[in-house]
């Protein structure tokens, strides 16, 4: 039974890669920086609605990007070719990110923060402003996860 569940996993995974566009890897960094900053973007609103005047409704929008951004399998715009700068493109990932040794790091901050992240909308629906601060120190945890060891400076 055990085996059955795995190759459908593998099949599930086959099928998942099959279904990705093809990307040049200049779009690939293009699109994961802005993937990134967007997210970004909207961490600063929960920010500015905890340090000033709590919107429930944009919070909750903010946090759904988030995890949005977390779930949506950006490990996929980390191929080969996109270990350094390309045409115009300008990357900080560091090498480490791409050695098979750091993989299993790479999973964990990667588990990390779309755990983070999924709990930060669920916390972000009750409108529970100090369980949402507490969840958003925890969230920005996880990115900083990653970018120290990830990510150059
Ligand atoms: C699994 C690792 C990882 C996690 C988790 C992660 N990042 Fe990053 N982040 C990166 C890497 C790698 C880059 C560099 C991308 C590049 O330059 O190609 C980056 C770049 C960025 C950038 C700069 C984008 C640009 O335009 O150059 C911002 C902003 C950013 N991350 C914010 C965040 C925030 C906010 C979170 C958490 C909510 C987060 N990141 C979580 C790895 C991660």
Not at 21 to 35: F, N, V, Y
């Amino acid at each position: 039974m055990k085996k059955i569940a795995a190759v459908l996993v593998l099949a599930c995974f086959a099928g998942s890669v099959l279904a990705q566009q093809t990307l040049k890897p200049e779009d690939m960094i293009k699109i994961r920086k802005s993937g990134y900053s967007f997210m970004s973007w909207n961490m600063g609103k929960i920010k500015a609605n905890l340090d000033g005047t709590f919107n429930k409704d944009q919070v909750i929008a903010a946090a759904n990007v988030v995890a949005a951004t977390a779930n949506s399998g950006m490990g996929a715009l980390f191929a080969p070719g996109t270990e350094h700068d390309v045409g115009d493109q300008k990357t900080r990932v560091k090498p480490e990110f791409f050695q098979p040794q750091n993989q299993d790091k790479l999973k964990e901050v990667a588990g990390n923060y779309i755990r983070e992240a999924n709990e930060l909308a669920k916390v972000a629906a009750t409108g529970d402003v100090a369980a949402i601060k507490a969840q958003f120190g925890k969230t920005g945890g996880s990115c900083k996860g990653c970018h120290d060891v990830f990510r150059k400076d």
